[in-house]
């Protein structure tokens, strides 16, 4: 991804840019519901629902989570009975701008 870099972090990935935003990729474990683990994160705020969107080639559940002013973009799919999450955290940039980076992480991605 052009402006990103990536860091490995236990069960899964983060990557940031050089305004810090950032996006995490991890894996929870115990389920397969794509849906209600994307419902679950209302708990930390309000959460809308967006068009579905696709990774790697699935379709995944997609939210935006308005977390204490600060808009969050979420995307749950359900790959091989497990549920992977991407979550885009604007920090210093814009939501946008981190829509644009999870949508070409998402469409370049092949799940192994």
């Known amino acids: ?6 860091t490995s972090l236990l069960g899964g990935l983060m990557l940031s840019d050089t305004k810090y935003d950032t996006m995490m990729v991890m894996d929870i474990s115990g389920t397969s519901d794509a849906a209600a683990a994307c419902a679950s994160l209302a708990t930390a705020g309000t959460v809308t629902a967006l068009p579905d969107t696709q990774w790697g080639g699935k379709t995944a559940k997609t939210v935006s989570m308005d977390s204490g002013g600060s808009k969050v973009h979420v995307r749950c799919v359900s790959v091989n009975d497990s549920v992977y999450y991407l979550m885009g955290i604007p920090t210093s940039g814009m939501y946008d701008e981190v829509v644009a980076g999870a949508d070409a992480l998402t469409s370049g991605w092949t799940w192994k």
């Open 1 to 6: 991804l052009t402006g990103w870099s990536c």
